[in-house]
């Protein structure tokens, strides 16, 4: 039954897909190269987007899961930190239905928190002005019998994570950190520290909470990145340069777009292989002023 279904999305796709790059010939000329960072993100992803599916998600895990693709890479895991209720677990497993069979990667999905809220601030970097104990809690056995796929690992991350990176997870693609706590998203950064056959040399990440009035770059989730990258020469969590330009006109603007990163893994040994995801010869190379 479950087979059907995926089969029937996949049928879908490659039809969406085939009247989409006819349609992208008609009107434009060349058509992006197919796979291509272009082509993912003008044929593709309006295409596979769900009307109430994350675009954050969608967009990072097609990317994570095209770069395992180029790589002859046939199993990735895309992480959730921070899952509270869980609807952001759940669209995961909905992209990665859709996602799987386009690409041919397999995607294990693991969503991280305490189970029970948020654990109590610590000092002025976790925000105690906006966060608090116990906030966002988790009926977790409501939530166990919504998810098809995706493994719940319970606990604080600081007690789960060191045992997660022990059990040689498929190389990460895709990670969300909405954690909301600088000392939080520390803990889950482990995952950057691991052996570069869990990781993919470029990790697609979302951060939630880096907006908001009293948000700034010296405490929360900003913080965090900027230790990280102060703390490591060869891996780091980059803003990704010139992305609403790259995407269709109607994310130009949209909040998600700033939420956006990279973890670039500048010392994995397929970080510098070719993937041709960048064609020389395609309708837009770089991004002109
Ligand atoms: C904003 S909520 C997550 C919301 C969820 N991603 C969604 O989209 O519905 C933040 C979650 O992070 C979890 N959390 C924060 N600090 C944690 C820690 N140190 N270890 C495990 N979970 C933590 C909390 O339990 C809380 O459920």
Request: net charge negative; with cysteine; charged share 25%.
């Amino acid at each position: 039954m479950v087979k059907k279904i995926v089969r029937k999305v996949a049928h879908a796709t490659r039809n969406w897909l085939q009247e989409e790059n006819n349609g992208v010939a008609a009107q434009k000329g060349p058509l992006p190269k197919e796979y291509s960072y272009q082509w993912l993100n003008h044929v593709l992803f309006p295409k596979i987007l769900g009307s109430d599916w994350r675009p954050h998600y969608t967009w990072g895990v097609m990317q994570g899961v095209n770069l395992a693709r180029a790589l002859g890479i046939k199993r990735v895991s895309a992480i959730e930190f921070g899952v509270a209720g869980g609807n952001g677990l759940v669209a995961l497993e909905e992209i990665v239905k859709v996602i799987e069979p386009v690409f041919g990667v397999e995607v294990d999905i693991y969503g991280f928190d305490t189970g029970m809220g948020l654990p109590a601030p610590d000092g002025y970097r976790d925000l105690p002005n906006v966060y608090g104990e116990s906030q966002c809690g988790m009926d977790i056995e409501k939530l166990r019998k919504r998810l098809q796929k995706a493994q719940l690992i319970l606990g604080l991350v600081e007690n789960t994570i060191d045992d997660f990176i022990r059990s040689k997870p498929a190389p990460i693609a895709f990670m969300s950190d909405d954690l909301d706590y600088y000392t939080a998203s520390m803990d889950a950064f482990k995952i950057f520290d691991g052996a570069q056959d869990m990781l993919l040399p470029r990790i697609w990440c979302y951060f939630d909470d880096i907006m908001g009035p009293t948000k700034c770059d010296f405490t929360g989730e900003r913080l965090a990145i900027a230790d990280f990258n102060a703390s490591h020469e060869m891996r780091k969590i980059s803003s990704i340069p010139g992305l609403p330009w790259a995407l269709p006109k109607n994310h130009f603007d949209q909040v998600w777009v700033k939420k956006v990163f990279l973890a670039h893994m500048f010392d994995h040994d397929k970080y510098g292989e070719f993937d041709e995801l960048t064609p020389m010869d395609g309708p837009e190379l770089e991004l002109k002023g």
